[in-house]
Every structure is written in structure tokens, then in C-alpha cells.
């Protein structure tokens, strides 16, 4: 017959781990597996310090690069800190700077009070604007509505236009097209663009003492010395 536990008992069953062993530490090991353990964490955290210096150095750079093209630092933090504020804590901190303003008479505060609504555009007017963010980040064209469904045809337009408003930044001045003399427009005696090009180019080759046709042909006429 089982006994019961009499009431108020604090005795407990004692547990013993089966098939494992106990985690080592850095007070129950040899001096050599201090050490050893001591250099691994070293030398991860090392390498977790380079990486973040480069990660800081490249940062700093994008942030100058975005200031040489007239946005300022507190700009895109702001943008960036405005798209992940879901519990809408910038706007309720918007209206009550906007409230103090006002206490303080300043002409921030006699503006309209900042109350933030529902997007309640159009939702083909939505699917435009997030279209053209998206194709502006350069994100992928993943348009979050079905084909065919209100809002898809809008997304994938303006998405493009996003993506053509990049290529139009990053488009580099194209090579100067060759200069050729159209057949029957020469005129005897004038000089023409392919004249003045072709002069041009015989002065440079005359600076850097680059051979003309006449002295190549005259070389190949002298005798070889090497008989």
C-alpha cells in the first residue's frame, strides 16, 4: 500500500539527468581548456568587432553620400523611424509638440492640429504610391495584390517608373558616337567636324611621337642593318 505524503511535507524527488554530462565551465576545467575556451570567445568577439567597424565605416559613408544629395541625416532616420512606427508613437509625439507651440505662442502651434486618419485614398491612388516606393528601394516586383484584383495594375505600373526613375540617376553619359562624314555633303577646300577631328587627332599623335603613315612606309624601305 502506498503512503501518502503527509500535508505540509517539503520533500522532493530528487532528478538525475540520464545520459549526459554536466556542462563545463570555465571553474571545473584545466588551465588549457581555460585558455582554449578563453581564445575561442576571444577571437569571435574579435571578428564581430571588425565586422561591425566596417559595417560603422560603410554607414558613415552612405550618410555623406545622402547629404551630398541635399538629405540630411535626421532626414532618413526619420523616414526610416516614420515606416516601422506602427503603434503610431511619432504621431501622437507630432501633436503634442504641436500643443506645446501653441502654449508657447509659436507659429508652429497655430497650424492646423496634426491628426493623424485613415488612408482613405483610392486604392488604385495607394498601389501607385507603394508601387513607386518600392521600385524607387529597388525591391523586387512583388505587387501585394492578386492579378487582376483592384490596385495590381496600378502597383506594377507605377513600379516601373520607380525602376526608370533609378536607371535615370545612375545612366552615365554615353561614349561620344563616331564622327563619319556623310557621303556627297564634303565641300572642297572647307573644312568640315571630320576635318578638324581628324587634325585634332594627328596633333596628339605628333605630340606623343606616334609614327604617321609616310614614316612607317619609309622604315619599311630602308635596308635592314641586321644582314
Known amino acids: 500500500m502506498t503512503m501518502a505524503r503527509q500535508k505540509g511535507s517539503s520533500t522532493k ?24 575556451l578563453f581564445f575561442q ?7 564581430l568587432k571588425q565586422k561591425l567597424a566596417s559595417v560603422s565605416g560603410e554607414l558613415r559613408s552612405a550618410y555623406k553620400t545622402a547629404k551630398s544629395d541635399g538629405f540630411t541625416k535626421k532626414e532618413i ?5 516614420l515606416e516601422g512606427d506602427d503603434d503610431n ?15 508657447l505662442g509659436h507659429p508652429i502651434g497655430t497650424q492646423a ?5 485613415p488612408d482613405r485614398r483610392p486604392i488604385e491612388e495607394r498601389a501607385a504610391a507603394e508601387g513607386k516606393k ?3 528601394e529597388g525591391q523586387a516586383l512583388k505587387p501585394p495584390y492578386a492579378p487582376g484584383a483592384p490596385g495590381y495594375d496600378a502597383y506594377v505600373e507605377a513600379w516601373h517608373k ?24 564634303e565641300t572642297a577646300g572647307k573644312p568640315d567636324d571630320f576635318d578638324q577631328a581628324a587634325d585634332s587627332s594627328a596633333a596628339t599623335s605628333a605630340e606623343k611621337g606616334w609614327p604617321d603613315d609616310d614614316q612607317i612606309a619609309k622604315r ?5 642593318q641586321e644582314a
Open 113 to 117: 492640429e496634426l491628426d493623424l486618419q
Open 41 to 47: 570567445n576571444k577571437s569571435k568577439i574579435v571578428a
Open 77 to 81: 532616420d526619420f523616414a526610416i523611424a
Open 220 to 224: 619599311q624601305q630602308e635596308p635592314s
Open 134 to 136: 518600392a521600385g524607387m
Open 162 to 185: 520607380g525602376q526608370a526613375a533609378i536607371f535615370a540617376i545612375k545612366k552615365k553619359p554615353e561614349d561620344a558616337p563616331e564622327l563619319l562624314r556623310e557621303q556627297g555633303k
Open 89 to 103: 508613437k511619432i504621431g501622437e509625439e507630432r501633436k503634442r509638440q504641436n500643443m506645446i507651440a501653441a502654449w
Open 13 to 36: 524527488a530528487k532528478l538525475t539527468v540520464v545520459g549526459g554530462t554536466t556542462p563545463a565551465t570555465g571553474h571545473n576545467l584545466t588551465e588549457d581548456q581555460q585558455q582554449a
